[in-house]
């Protein structure tokens, strides 16, 4: 009966650590979600770009040449095409050291989802809505499903077949 209760205990510890695990990422997608949903973008309008309007990040689409400047969220992925800026990559990377963004060459592509630190920078949005990093994150975590270790399988059989031998025993006593 000990062993019993002690493999029972495991399993719904278990059980009990995956609910956790995933209510950490469902809580993460939602704050994915909710700052892709609240960030504004700068849309530059006219022939010389001089004037913008403030847009929804996610209405963004493919070409639009958007304003992002120290303390803006970068709300699409995209190109520099001009300017230079300091932009916080953490959020995305994990690493605490902030990057050079630059038109031109191999640190010209921006991450939705970042912040500009200091400077300013005109981007290319160069995705379609729905096809961003972001939102490609916020599918992986949702989607995300753990297998079972063939440890915990042969536990769950275990735990069947002791559980019946211990209805049978008890139902002919």
């Known amino acids: 009966f000990q062993i019993v209760l002690w493999l029972w205990f495991t399993v719904l510890f278990a059980n009990f650590a995956e609910a956790v695990a995933e209510g950490r990422g469902k809580a993460q997608a939602d704050s994915l979600r909710r700052t892709r949903s609240e960030t504004q973008a700068k849309l ?3 022939a010389d770009r001089s004037q913008y309007t ?3 990040g996610p209405s ?3 070409n639009d040449v958007v304003l992002v400047e120290a303390g803006d969220i970068i709300p699409s ?3 520099v095409i001009e300017g230079i800026a300091s932009v916080n990559e953490a959020a995305i990377t994990g690493e605490s050291a902030p990057v050079i963004r630059e038109s ?3 640190r010209s592509a921006v991450t ?3 912040r500009v630190l200091s400077d300013w920078v005109v981007m290319r949005v160069t995705v379609n809505p729905g096809e961003t990093f972001v ?3 916020i599918a992986m975590v949702e989607n995300a499903k753990r297998q079972k270790t063939p440890n915990e399988i042969a536990l ?3 735990l069947v077949a002791l559980t019946l031998v211990f209805l049978v025993v008890t139902a002919t006593l």
């Open 44 to 46: 530059l309008s006219g």
């Open 60 to 62: 963004l689409k493919l």
């Open 112 to 114: 939705g989802g970042t």
């Open 77 to 79: 992925d995209g190109e």
């Open 156 to 158: 769950t059989i275990l």
């Open 104 to 106: 031109g060459g191999d």
């Open 135 to 137: 939102d490609r994150m």
């Open 54 to 56: 403030l847009v929804p």
